[in-house]
T-cell receptor, first 109, second 118 residues
Framework: GQNIDQPTEMTATEGAIVQINCTYQ??????LFWYQQHAGEAPTFLSY??LDGLEEKGRFSSFLSRSKGYSYLLLKELQMKDSASYLC??????????WGAGTKLIIKP | GAVVSQHPSWVICKSGTSVKIECRSL??????MFWYRQFPKQSLMLMAT?????????EQGVEKDKFLINHASLTLSTLTVTSAHPEDSSFYIC??????????????FGPGTRLTVL
């Protein structure tokens, strides 16, 4: 089967750094997405990785290791507005998007 | 960036009626669109993949006769919930896939439609 694993919930402090991990097992790989979703809203795109390594975009960075089937999303200088669910999704060889269940991130003052 | 719109944003209907939700890619052509459903505090659940000019591919457990999908053009896909019942109340989200460059695809989401069936 195909599956994406990520922690259900994480808690972090405002101003700190948090790393959200995602491991995947899919039939082929054509890229990995990270999305942010606030409650009651549709997901918004954060990052796309298809090659190994770290992609940095402002306060957010995403890392991919294809050999390990592993990615993480790194959020720096956390702000209260970063409280949301973070979804990891992988495109498999059939160009189907396989979704993780999401990680709910709670930011405390 | 690419924009995907959905209409209506929210709808309340009586049990037994049908509801149509439109999904449009405003500034790009989308050969593939996806329909998702999301219940409160749960992750996105893919309902079907819609390809322009062909029949939609439904995920296991999704009734194709109840959730009618039409992808008539490269910028419009519609989802019709037929004979809606209270258990169909959910947040319905569409997305459109765009090829940004080479093998780089990005999936753009519409704002969602909140359906409440009384």
């Amino acid at each position: 089967g195909q599956n994406i694993d990520q922690p259900t919930e994480m808690t972090a402090t405002e101003g700190a750094i948090v790393q959200i991990n995602c491991t995947y097992q899919t039939s082929g790989f054509n890229g990995l997405f990270w999305y942010q979703q606030h409650a009651g809203e549709a997901p918004t795109f954060l990052s796309y990785n298809v090659l190994d390594g770290l992609e940095e975009k402002g306060r957010f960075s995403s890392f991919l290791s294809r050999s390990k089937g592993y990615s993480y999303l790194l959020l720096k200088e956390l702000q209260m507005k970063d409280s949301a669910s973070y979804l990891c999704a992988v495109i498999n060889s059939n160009y189907q998007l396989i979704w993780g269940a999401g990680t709910k991130l709670i930011i405390k003052p | 960036g690419a924009v995907v719109s959905q209409h209506p944003s929210w709808v309340i209907c009586k049990s037994g009626t049908s509801v149509k939700i439109e999904c449009r890619s405003l500034d790009f052509q989308a050969t593939t669109m996806f329909w998702y459903r999301q219940f409160p505090k749960q992750s996105l659940m893919l309902m079907a993949t819609s390809n322009e000019g062909s029949k939609a591919t439904y995920e296991q457990g999704v009734e194709k006769d109840k959730f009618l999908i039409n992808h008539a053009s490269l910028t419009l896909s519609t989802l019709t919930v037929t004979s809606a019942h209270p258990e169909d109340s959910s947040f319905y989200i569409c997305s459109a896939r765009a090829q940004v460059a080479g093998d780089w695809y990005e999936q753009f989401f519409g704002p969602g439609t909140r359906l409440t069936v009384l």
